[in-house]
Nanobody
Framework: QVQLVESGGGLVQAGGSLRLSCAAS????????MGWFRQAPGKEREFVAA???????YYADSVKGRFTISRDNAKNTVYLQMNSLKSDDTGVYYC???????????????????WGQGTQVTVSS
């Protein structure tokens, strides 16, 4: 069982930066792939970034070069550093945990068993 709580969202001007945090509770945090997804009004949840337990990272094409996902297993926390933000980055950002043995890929929301409540990111022009 994993509980996830996102924080760090807010209103930022285009070109600015935010760092999102996802604090997890649970004994198996270090073995999970952790992912960030986002959802805009009227849109489906969209993959943003993921990091495996071994540290491998993956990014959606739309955020490559601008976002960085990282994790600190000692703190049970995953981060998303977002730079050069665009208005298209606006949405609710969710942290998810993908357990070992999932038959679905890391970029699929259906692969993630646990989700946080989300944190709003609004990028103004």
């Amino acid at each position: 069982q994993v509980q996830l709580v996102e924080s760090g969202g807010g209103l930022v001007q285009a070109g600015g930066s935010l760092r999102l945090s996802c604090a997890a509770s649970g004994r198996t945090f270090s073995s999970y792939t952790m992912g960030w997804f986002r959802q805009a009004p009227g849109k489906e949840r969209e993959f943003v970034a993921a990091i495996r337990s071994g540290g491998s990272t993956y990014y959606a094409d739309s955020v490559k070069g601008r976002f960085t996902i990282s994790r600190d297993n000692a703190k049970n926390t995953v981060y998303l550093q977002m730079n050069s933000l665009k208005s298209d980055d606006t949405g609710v950002y969710y942290c998810g945990a993908r357990p070992l043995g999932s038959g679905r890929p890391y970029y699929s929301a259906a692969a993630y068993t646990y989700w946080g409540q989300g944190t709003q990111v609004t990028v103004s022009s």
